[in-house]
């Protein structure tokens, strides 16, 4: 894999980065400017996504009869074409107008037959996926089995902007082009007689993520190599199977004009679109396109489309905010007759992470409120739909400064249309410091009707707390907000504040936000830091310029912490006295009631707690 050089200035904004393969997107972590081109979409907030089921997921739903069961293997394939003409285009199935009526793929796809009942039940007949190989036959067969198509893709690098898995040079690479050429068609020879097989997709992305490998006029020549290159793979499909049409995605209408320029075999075009999937209509018709399009990806704002909060980080839409943008999208995209063929919206997933909760309809096998907006905007029967819980006014109490380990209030309204017993969660991400989209339960109190005295975590930075609550019947109301975790006051006054500070290493390069030098654990703020070599033994001390009594230390980890450590005291910094002992340090915040005498306080890190060296945002010494 090539490494990944950053944007360049004034580029577009990079997209999250999706998994070749036959299965879900994989995404990025938060990528975003302001002031781009508005059509700018697609990607997932989807990172670090598992097959496996979470063990505290709810169990899938139940297979309808038969459903595990492939295909039947004397069904005919499908014809599918494109018809009609400029600006009064459809497409049809076996001669039989069809609208796209989707959602992109996220369980395994081993698990398929377990979970299309329920995908087919909202009136969906299409799924996408991002790849096509030897493991994506359970899918067709699930999907055939129940009267669903699928949007058979296949990833080309640099597929999804950051992180898609390297850079390709489309202008000098034939090694790879040919690779590709080869591989492709095979999948397509295998597959093109299957009766789940829609329609093939050919990359995801790329014309907007070869900025993140080129600039200026070597961008526009790869863009351009690209865009010919995806030609030549529709062509050798078309060769392969006349018989279902060809696209490509991309994360935004200023692809289009290249597909228009070096990609006439393109059957229809296709974008990934989120708020700004109402645009799309007013861009087709100023492109003077003559072909027609689907949207791969849609749905409500992402994290990339939002204002940020009080707290710097992008401001999750709620559960409400959502449903509603998936109605407002399809509602666009349908009303774009004789040009816009349907849609697969993004996504019926099951991961249970920062990203799932932002997409997912179903995360954690819990259908919201999201779900049941797609399954009425599809037509499916919702008569008898047993609906979730919907929590408003999610508030944090002074989420802007909560202490590190104290509890702080989170207050919400919650009602359940259907009056059903609920059961809370609260749950904490500190993807916004680390980028680990995990969710993690927090410990928590209910305290009042929709007030709960909740735990902070002990790491400094900001957090998002969610507040999830079930009703019993496979439904879930999710809203997050974010809080600001700050170390928690401590009485006295901190006598090792300004003072003169040495350490046994500094790090002194530009790297990771640094230099980050031994002063800096002393100057009061927790925006700076003092980090050292990765290798034990290390030790940062404070000069307090007399022989001075303290009751108290805290320590202000950052991600590199002491696993094993030791407050020792010295009158002349050569002869130390150890005052508190530790090999147990979990990093965040160490508040220390601890006694000591001495003119020098050091830290003495025996032991480190990650692979990196020691950090401390600040080392406080109170009296």
């Not at 865009?227 to 793979?233: G, I």
């Not at 004009?257 to 700004?276: F, G, I, T």
């Not at 290798?535 to 696993?563: I, N």
Request: net charge negative.
């Amino acid at each position: 894999m090539h490494p990944q050089p950053p944007v360049s200035p004034g580029a577009e904004r990079p997209r999250g980065a999706e998994s070749r393969g036959a299965g879900r997107p994989r995404g990025a972590g938060r990528s975003r400017s302001r002031g781009l081109p508005a059509v700018l979409t697609a990607g997932a907030l989807l990172a670090g996504l598992t097959v496996a089921l979470p063990a505290s997921a709810q169990p899938a739903p139940e297979p309808a009869a038969g459903a595990g069961a492939a295909a039947d293997t004397a069904a005919a394939a499908s014809v599918v074409d494109v018809t009609g003409s400029q600006g009064d285009w459809q497409l049809t199935v076996d001669g039989q107008p069809y609208t796209v009526k989707g959602l992109t793929w996220g369980p395994p796809v081993a698990q398929a037959a377990d979970y299309m009942p329920d995908v087919a039940s909202m009136g969906v007949n299409t799924v996408r996926t991002w790849g096509t190989d030897a493991s994506s036959r359970p899918l067709l067969d699930a999907a055939a089995a129940h009267g669903v198509k699928v949007i058979a893709g296949f990833w080309l690098q640099p597929g999804g902007g950051p992180g898609s898995g390297g850079c390709v040079n489309y202008v000098t690479d034939t090694a790879y082009k040919n690779d590709m050429l080869a591989e492709f068609p095979r999948w397509v020879e295998e597959y093109r007689d299957h009766p789940g097989v829609l329609m093939w997709n050919v990359g995801n992305e790329s014309v907007l993520g070869l900025q993140n490998c080129y600039a200026g006029e070597e961008l526009e020549r790869q863009r351009n190599a690209y865009t010919s290159f995806v030609n030549d793979v529709a062509k050798r499909i078309h060769q392969v199977d006349p018989n279902h049409p060809v696209t490509s995605t991309d994360a935004w209408v200023g692809a289009w004009p290249y597909y228009k320029r070096n990609a006439p075999d393109l059957d229809l075009y296709a974008v990934n679109s989120y708020a700004a999937v109402c645009d799309v209509r007013a861009a087709w018709e100023a492109g003077g396109y003559d072909k027609p399009y689907i949207v791969t990806e849609g749905g409500p704002a992402g994290e990339w489309e939002v204002e940020d909060d009080a707290n710097g980080v992008p401001e999750e839409p709620s559960d409400v905010a959502k449903a509603e943008g998936y109605g407002s999208a399809w509602d666009c995209i349908t009303g774009h007759e004789g040009v816009s063929l349907g849609a697969t919206l993004f996504h019926y997933g099951i991961e249970n992470d920062f990203g799932g909760v932002w997409f997912n309809l179903t995360p954690g096998n819990q259908r919201r409120l999201s779900y049941y907006a797609v399954k009425e905007a599809y037509g499916g029967d919702t008569s008898g739909d047993n609906t979730p819980p919907v929590i408003s006014d999610l508030a944090v109490q002074n989420a802007g400064s909560v202490p590190a380990g104290r509890e702080f209030t989170l207050s919400a309204g919650v009602t359940d249309p259907d009056g059903d017993a609920l059961t809370y969660e609260v749950l904490v991400n500190s993807n916004y410091i680390d980028q680990d989209k995990a969710l993690r339960p927090a410990q928590f109190r209910q305290t009042g009707n929709g007030t709960f005295a909740v735990t902070a975590p002990d790491k400094l930075g900001v957090w998002k707390v969610y507040l999830r609550v079930k009703d019993g019947k496979g439904n879930a109301g999710i809203e997050t907000l974010s809080l600001k975790v700050v170390p928690p006051p401590v009485d006295g006054t901190n006598v090792a504040q300004g003072k003169p500070s040495t350490a046994s290493t500094e790090q002194t390069d530009a790297y990771g936000g640094c230099p980050c030098e031994a002063a800096d654990a002393t100057d009061g703020s927790h925006t700076t830091r003092w980090a050292s070599s990765w290798a034990d033994p290390q030790w940062l001390r404070v000069d307090l310029g007399e022989r001075t009594t303290f009751d108290h230390v805290q320590l202000a980890w950052e991600g590199a912490y002491a696993k094993a450590y030791t407050i020792q005291v010295s009158d002349d910094g050569q002869n130390w006295q150890t005052v508190y002992e530790t090999a147990a340090g979990n990093g965040g915040i160490d508040d220390l009631e601890v006694s000591g005498t001495g003119r020098y306080v050091r830290m003495n890190g025996t032991a480190r707690g990650t692979g990196y060296g020691y950090s401390l945002y600040e080392f406080g010494v109170y009296r």
